[in-house]
């Protein structure tokens, strides 16, 4: 309580006290008074109030308040404490405290009482006078404040036992975030960097001053800023691959995982990652290691394969000459020897391309019931001299006409039939094809070859497909082989959809069995008729160029006005919708769109997308894919989305003015392909045009005749067999031929004076420059020399290779139909690897002023490209080398700048694969490359 004005309450009190009441003026004092005064008496009657205590107590004017006792308007409970004080008074003693009044109405008061001793003029107290002061509602503010003081100080001590809670909480966090072994850290929604483990700064080199309160991209996500996976895409991220940046700005590949959590009520990335260089290394050292092995098996394989080759034909050789009966069985001894060999290395090879994920596929178009007769045959041929007797049977709902891999589903077959022979002595062996599961366009084949043979027991059959495994350990000493045969039968008949078993019993034989996935193919599908006219096609067509890159679209216009072509171009997609619609307005629509795939705000696929979802357009449009990064699987993809054909950069003229004929011929009905017509790829045009690819096979020995004519077929390619140089000459007089292979010695005319009438310019043969590959048992020295004397444009050396002959005929084949250049006996023509101009000449023909113009417009590019290029290196900014690099690669591929075109591939690989050394390796190059090509244009 405080009692600091005591004083000045007596003053006032005293001055009232020796006033006259009689007094006016100071009548009117008192009653103006806005404090309540009152003279009371010994016995507390009061004597004289002011009328502010009228309105103290309550009491109406009118009413009187002297004579009344005091104590009438003080609580019960507190009566006490006024006698109390009143016995004070009379001892002359002046008292100041607070009391609880209750007013004439009820109401209860708090008021500060200030008493001072009435006396007469003898000293006698007589009575007291009281100034009141109305405190009531300070008392509530003061209470209130109390209230106020009491739950603040609640509510720290809860706040301060909460944080010492969290802080112990924390603490604890802090000892498991640190113990971790992997990188932990936590991003705010800004994507500003909140906390960072210590193996987090380990794997990032760094500090945590240096990285906290810092946007995320600048060192744990080298993704542009703005598409965030999480924040930006959405994407959820769970053990993904990526890159983070560390002190020196290398891309330390790292796995990751991004998950949202709450943290003091807002809400957090919290990223947990671990570094895996380590373990790239090892997949790479495992890679390289695998490489090296397969590597060494090949050439080793290779190198024993020669020689057997040498021994095999050989022996076939000796075994046609006169030889006594001993002499004819230590030969077939030899041959069958050879022959076990060879067996044994193909199985070791295949097993080691499995091993290395090196066994792959082909798809392609076959006739199952044209494969099947052949195997027949050559099973006849082992089984000759033998008491079986081999039976076929084929499910009539088996279709004839196939895709697939037919050589694997070949070895497969040949693999379970050379088993069922092996371990027959008599009876049958039969191979059936059923259809295991039918749609309209697939089937899933099962294959059986069912024997009389021994049988394999119970214990045996578990572990019968794993490697180098017999079902009896002298099997092998009896019967030879690798035990390897059925392990790459199932490895290859699980990459055909598939898979394989056996049944067996003991006594009574066994029947292996396995099923194969493959498409149906229709006769349409796979004859062609190719005999359209080809010009008026191409004269008829209305095609839209969609490129970003100007050189490109010169480049495909040249080509286009070449063959007659209406076109237009458009460098993004929006302007090729617009033109797309426009056209169709205007009742003339276009009929093909060659779509580039990597273009800035929409790429190809989404343009061809929007296309096909475009009701006015996917009917009447055909697309194309054109890119300059290809990956597999991408055909399939395109396929779905609606593309009809998918090639790649640089592109051949020929393959390219085949895929537009193919395209629109194939489509003339439909313009959309579907699965079971399959999308046309540049393998896809090679092997159609491998049907109107025409060979000459001059050879007299039926043997060497029917391997070389397998190997065609193996190959893909058919070909005409003649026996001698005069039959080759009457063929050739009637027929345009694209390749010759001519035997050496052939009876009534040898190979090389065939050759020499064939050069001859006044001979009858049509045309003088056909290709001639010799085949010859002489392997010496100089004999290679004396074939291209002759006329000849390669030699190769009896037992024919398969792989020499394939190298040979893909050149040729190659020569003609991709790169569509002419042939020339005996030479080569090689474009120089900096800048060869007959690339732009293959495409544009002799339209200098064309070409000219295209060369100028690629070094005012390339000029800006590499200066971008340069500059964003030099700040590490790598999404925009490979964007520039991209662009470079393009163009100077389709001018013929070889060289600067695969520097450029290497550095947008180097870009992709987060290769820091390599990238500032190849631009050092590229500068070097430009420099030349820039100097060549200028000759």
């Known amino acids: 309580m405080n009692y600091d004005n005591l004083n000045t309450d007596k003053d006032i009190i005293n001055r009232a006290e020796n006033s006259s009441p009689h007094n006016d003026i100071h009548m009117d004092i008192l009653n103006s008074l806005m404090e309540s005064i009152l003279v009371v008496s010994n016995d507390n009657v009061i ?47 002046s008292s100041r405290y607070e009391l609880s009044i209750v007013t004439e109405k009820n109401n209860i008061k708090t008021v500060l009482l200030s008493v001072v001793p009435r006396k007469d003029e003898e000293g006698r107290t007589t ?42 909480v924390l603490k604890a966090n802090e000892s498991i975030l640190e113990a971790l072994p992997f990188g932990i850290m936590i991003i705010g929604r800004d994507k500003r960097i909140i906390r960072a483990n210590s193996a987090a700064l380990k794997i990032l080199e760094r500090d945590a001053e240096e990285i906290y309160g810092n946007i995320c991209h600048d060192f744990i996500c080298p993704t542009e800023v703005g598409e965030c996976p999480i924040l930006d895409l959405g994407e959820k991220v769970d053990d993904s691959e990526r890159f983070i940046l560390n002190r020196n700005k290398e891309m330390i590949p790292i796995l990751k995982s991004v998950i949202p959590i709450e943290l003091n009520n807002e809400k957090v990335l919290l990223e947990a990652f671990v570094d895996i260089s380590r373990q790239r290394r090892a997949e790479d050292k495992a890679k390289k290691a695998s490489s090296v092995k397969s590597t060494f098996l090949a050439n080793m394989s290779h190198e024993i394969r020669t020689p057997m080759n040498g021994v095999i034909c050989m022996t076939g050789l000796l075994i046609e000459t006169d030889l006594s009966p001993e002499q004819r069985d230590f030969t077939l001894t030899i041959q069958e020897s050879a022959e076990s060999l060879m067996s044994i290395i193909n199985d070791i090879l295949d097993f080691s391309r499995m091993e290395v994920g ?26 000759h001299g033998k008491n079986i007797e081999l039976m076929m049977s084929v499910n009539s709902e088996v279709p004839s006409l196939l895709k697939g891999d037919p050589g694997r589903l070949r070895q497969i077959i040949i693999n379970l039939l050379a088993n069922a022979i092996k371990f027959t002595s008599k009876g049958e062996i039969i191979l059936a094809v059923d259809v295991a599961r039918k749609t309209d366009n697939r089937i899933l084949l099962k294959f059986s070859v069912t024997d009389t043979g021994a049988g394999i027991p119970p214990d045996k059959l578990k572990n019968l497909f794993d490697p180098f495994t017999q079902a009896d350990s002298s099997t092998t000493r009896k019967y030879g082989g690798t035990g390897l045969g059925l392990t790459i039968s199932r490895q290859i008949a699980n990459l055909l959809g598939g898979e394989i078993g056996v049944e067996s019993t003991p006594g009574e034989g066994s029947t292996f069995w396995f099923t194969v996935d493959m498409i149906i193919r229709k006769p349409a599908q796979i004859f062609r008729n190719r005999k359209i006219d080809e010009a008026a096609l191409l004269n008829s067509l209305n095609i839209l160029i969609v490129d970003d890159n100007q050189t490109n679209r010169t480049i495909l216009a040249g080509m286009m006005m070449n063959w007659g072509c209406r076109h237009q171009e458009a460098n993004s997609g929006d302007s090729a919708l617009s033109l797309l619609r426009d056209a169709l307005l205007k009742d003339d629509p276009f009929d093909i769109a060659v779509l580039d795939m990597q273009m800035p705000d929409m790429d190809g696929e989404t343009l061809g997308r929007r296309i096909k979802n475009d009701p006015y357009l996917k009917d009447t449009l055909l697309l194309i894919m054109y890119t300059s990064i290809a990956a597999r699987g991408d055909a399939s993809k395109m396929l779905k989305a609606g593309f009809s054909a998918y090639l790649t950069k640089p592109v051949k003229v020929s393959q390219f003015r085949d895929c537009l004929i193919s395209m629109h011929s ?87 004076e065939a050759t020499g009438i064939i050069r001859d310019p006044q001979s009858s043969v049509l045309d003088h420059e056909v290709p001639v590959i010799a085949m010859t048992a002489h392997a010496m020295d100089g004999d290679r020399e004396k074939c291209i004397r002759a006329g000849m444009d390669d030699y190769i050396s009896k037992p024919v290779k398969s792989e020499m002959l394939t190298r040979m005929i893909e050149e040729i084949f190659s020569r003609k139909f991709i790169a569509g250049t002419k042939h020339e006996s005996g030479k080569k023509k090689e ?60 163009s100077s591929g389709n001018i013929g700048a070889k ?3 695969e520097t450029m591939k290497s550095i947008e690989e180097a870009c992709s694969d987060g290769d820091v050394n390599t990238i500032r390796t190849r631009i050092r190059q590229s500068e070097e490359d430009f420099a030349d090509l820039m100097e060549e244009l200028e000759k």
Do not use: W
Not at 85 to 93: H, L, P
Not at 850 to 856: A, P, R, S
């Open 666 to 752: 194939d489509n003339s009905q439909s313009c959309a392909r579907d699965e079971t017509r399959g999308i046309i790829t540049k393998h896809s045009l090679v092997e159609s045009r491998k049907e109107e690819f025409r060979i000459l096979l001059a050879e007299d020995n039926p043997v060497n005749q029917k391997v070389a004519l397998k190997i065609l077929e193996k190959l893909g390619y058919s070909a005409t067999p003649v026996e001698n140089g005069m039959e080759a000459l009457r063929k050739l007089e009637n027929n345009v031929y694209d390749l010759v292979l001519m035997d050496i010695q052939m009876p009534k005319m040898d190979g090389f």
């Open 899 to 901: 060289a600067l075109m």
């Open 358 to 383: 090196k066994l792959e596929l082909e798809e392609i178009d076959f006739d199952l019931r044209t494969m099947l007769g052949s195997i027949a045959d050559l099973a006849a041929i082992r089984l």
């Open 831 to 890: 474009g120089s690897a900096v800048f060869d101009r007959s690339v732009l000449m293959e495409s544009l023909g002799d339209d200098h002023e064309l070409i000219e113009e295209i060369l100028e417009l690629f070094r005012s590019n390339a000029d800006e490209i590499m200066t971008s290029l340069k500059k964003a290196a030099s700040e590490d900014d790598f999404e925009t080398v490979r964007s520039n690099a991209h662009s470079l690669k393009g």
């Open 127 to 168: 009575g007291s006078f009281i100034l009141i002061s109305d405190i009531t509602e300070r008392k509530r503010i003061e209470l209130e404040l109390a209230e106020s003081e009491r739950r603040f100080r609640d509510i720290t001590e809860q706040r301060r036992a909460e944080e010492e809670e969290l802080n112990k």
């Open 47 to 93: 004597l004289f109030c002011n009328p502010a205590l009228h309105e103290l107590f309550e009491v109406d004017m009118h009413e009187v308040l002297i004579g009344r006792s005091f104590l009438d308007f003080v609580s019960m409970d507190q009566r006490d404490i006024v006698t109390g004080q009143t016995g004070k008074n009379q001892n002359s003693e």
